[in-house]
C-alpha cells in the first residue's frame, strides 16, 4: 500500500510559479511511475504531466507543456511538479498518483495510488 501526501499548493497571481511536492511512503516508490492531475469545479479529474519510474520519460497535457515540469528524486520518495506561467484556468485541486509500472500514464484509472490533494488557485 503506497500513501501519497501532496504539499505546495496556494494562492498565486497570474503569472507566477509554484512547486508541487508529493511523497511516498509505504511502497517501492521507485518501482511506481508516478503522475499528477487535477480537478476543477464541476469538471472531470484531467491529466496534467507523468514520469516514468526512472525519470526518464515525461509527459504533459497539451495545456500545460512547456510551462510545467515533472521531475522525482527516488531516494527522497518525492515527486515534483514544477509550474510556471500559470493561468486562472489552471485553478484546480492537483492530485498526485503512482502506478506500479515502468511506464506512465494519462489515464487516471491506470493509476492504483492517490494523494487526498491541494489547491491550487490563479487570480487574475
Known amino acids: 500500500q503506497v500513501q501519497l501526501v501532496e504539499s505546495g499548493g496556494g494562492l498565486v497571481q497570474a503569472g507566477g510559479s509554484l512547486r508541487l511536492s508529493c511523497a511516498a511512503s509505504?511502497?517501492?516508490?521507485?518501482?511506481?511511475?508516478m503522475g499528477w492531475f487535477r480537478q476543477a469545479p464541476g469538471k472531470e479529474r484531467e491529466f496534467v504531466a507523468a514520469?516514468?519510474?526512472?525519470?526518464?520519460?515525461?509527459r504533459y497535457a497539451d495545456s500545460v507543456e512547456g510551462r510545467f515540469t515533472i521531475s522525482r528524486d527516488n531516494a527522497k520518495s518525492t515527486v515534483y511538479l514544477q509550474m510556471s506561467g500559470l493561468k486562472p484556468e489552471d485553478t484546480a485541486v492537483y492530485y498526485c498518483?503512482?502506478?506500479?509500472?515502468?511506464?506512465?500514464?494519462?489515464?487516471?484509472?491506470?493509476?492504483?495510488?492517490w494523494g487526498q490533494g491541494t489547491q491550487v488557485t490563479v487570480s487574475s
Open positions: 498518483a503512482a502506478r506500479p509500472n515502468y511506464y506512465s500514464s494519462n489515464l487516471p484509472y491506470q493509476f492504483d495510488y
Open positions: 509505504g511502497g517501492t516508490f521507485s518501482s511506481s511511475a
Open positions: 514520469i516514468s519510474w526512472g525519470g526518464g520519460r515525461t
